[in-house]
């Protein structure tokens, strides 16, 4: 008797005041989140990049803090040393980009129109049945004229969405500064709200701080080396658009069946056909000893005993970062990951020793 008494008491607190407070608390709070990342969402893209940004220039931030003390004038100085190491290289590369794609798009299409491709086919009595086919069953001009269109078009809109990037880039260099500035008073407002224990919450930042080391330095910043040194090599031989073929580059050798090879090859190929044997011979070694090789030498320098990601993980992650979450997914997707994994660690202990112990280094 007592036992169901209980239970209709219990089954009453339903309808109490105290459960209908908490419930009308518990659907404004969650209304209150959806209405905050609404409101943050545009700016996502901007953040991430202030928080990778924060990261890779926070050594820099604490040195000056120590001879400047912490404060606005140590912080601002901070921000144009960053603003300086990013946005000047970006603009020129960019500007000189955007040249090359209409270069290349008139050269294509001139070279096709013209018909001199043949010249090179006829040179070689081996080729020439393989160039007069696709003379005769491909019509290349209806072939190369939407790509010479979409290289044109690449390069307009580039221009017109510069000042849409102007105001983006003035707004990760915003949100760097007081990322910088009041860097301890956020750390310990995400230490309060979070129900992890101080440990993993220690262990959380220094493996998104890796996270973002292990992204830039050994995904974005060796291919960025790649394709500079494709480029240059392509500069140094004369061949076509070199900065345009490092670009290319540089972003195949961020996916991890293919890379920079996917250029370089044919390219080397094409100058052997054209008699330019030891041009050919050049850029293969370069491509494979100094463009495939370079990873192994400045990876470990430049990421060091940090997190390492695996390729394949690393692939996955930036490029569904990337469709998730557009540019903010190059930083976003490797985090995502990374903080996921660490939660899935945390639920796998036991109860008492999630309350108790302190994580070792995560398992790779």
Request: proline fraction near 5%; hydrophobic fraction near 55%.
């Amino acid at each position: 008797m007592s036992s169901v008494e209980s239970g209709s008491g219990g089954g009453s607190d339903w309808g109490s005041r105290s459960h209908v407070h908490t419930l009308l608390l518990m659907a404004v709070t969650v209304a209150g989140l959806y209405l905050c990342f609404e409101i943050v969402a545009p700016f996502v893209p901007a953040l991430a990049g202030a928080l990778a940004l924060a990261v890779l220039s926070a050594p820099l931030h604490r040195r000056l803090e120590r001879r400047l003390g912490a404060g606005n004038l140590a912080t601002t100085l901070s921000v144009l040393v960053v603003a300086l190491i990013v946005v000047v290289p970006v603009l020129v590369v960019a500007s000189h980009l955007i040249n090359e794609l209409g270069c290349g798009a008139g050269s294509i299409q001139a070279v096709v129109e013209s018909g001199s491709w043949r010249a090179t086919f006829d040179k070689h009595p081996l080729l020439a049945p393989l160039g007069r086919w696709l003379d005769s069953q491909v019509d290349l001009v209806a072939v190369v004229a939407p790509v010479a269109g979409w290289l044109t078009s690449t390069g307009t809109s580039l221009v017109r969405g510069s000042m849409v990037q102007a105001i983006s880039v003035v707004l990760v260099f915003y949100m760097l500064f007081y990322m910088l500035r009041d860097r301890a008073i956020a750390m310990q407002s995400l230490r309060s709200l979070s129900p992890l224990s101080p440990q993993d919450m220690s262990r959380l930042f220094s493996n998104v701080t890796d996270t973002v080391h292990a992204t830039v330095y050994g995904t974005l910043v060796m291919s960025a080396v790649q394709g500079a040194l494709g480029g240059l090599m392509f500069w140094w031989l004369g061949l076509p658009e070199p900065l345009v073929w490092g670009v290319v580059m540089g972003l195949l050798a961020v996916v991890p069946v293919l890379g920079a090879f996917v250029v370089w090859v044919p390219a080397a190929l094409f100058l052997a056909l054209d008699g330019h044997v030891g041009s050919a011979l050049l850029l293969a070694a370069w491509g494979a000893i100094v463009v495939g090789g370079i990873d192994n030498l400045l990876y470990p320098m430049l990421v060091g005993n940090r997190l390492k990601i695996h390729t394949l993980v690393a692939f996955v992650s930036i490029v569904g970062g990337l469709i998730i979450f557009g540019p903010a997914g190059l930083i976003l997707g490797p985090v995502v990951f990374t903080v996921t994994r660490l939660l899935l660690q945390v639920w796998r202990r036991p109860a008492p020793e999630a309350a108790t112990s302190t994580l070792g280094p995560a398992p790779d």
